[in-house]
């Protein structure tokens, strides 16, 4: 199993930015994406930004250009660069590693933008 611990969440004013970590543990090797997700009060949850262990990254639309997922092999961390914060982008935030088989979540991290 694969154990995930997400920090860097906090309160910041728009415009602003944030950098979100990902730390993983346990079976590393049989994870094939790690994604960002994210759920605004009062909504469902939503993805944010993948990347495969190729490399590839995908974001959604609406963070496209103001965030940038990234991975520190050696620290076994991806993290997410959040820029240009708006209060849109308020949201719990949680890092998913998906296994093929099963997936796991991290605990969530709260992201409060200010306007």
């Known amino acids: 199993q694969v154990q995930l611990t997400e920090s860097g969440g906090g309160l910041v004013q728009s415009g602003g930015s944030l950098r979100l970590s990902c730390a993983a543990s346990g079976r590393l090797d049989v994870i094939n994406i790690v994604s960002w997700y994210r759920q605004p009060p009062g909504k469902g949850r939503e993805l944010v930004a993948s990347?495969?262990?190729?490399?590839?990254?995908n974001y959604a639309d609406s963070v496209n250009g103001r965030f940038t997922i990234s991975r520190d092999n050696a620290k076994n961390t991806v993290y997410l660069q959040m820029n240009s914060l708006k209060p849109e982008d308020t949201a719990v935030y949680s890092c998913n590693a998906d296994a093929g088989t099963y997936t796991s979540w991290g605990q969530g991290t709260q992201v409060t933008v200010s306007s």
């Open positions: 990347i495969t262990r190729a490399g590839r990254i």
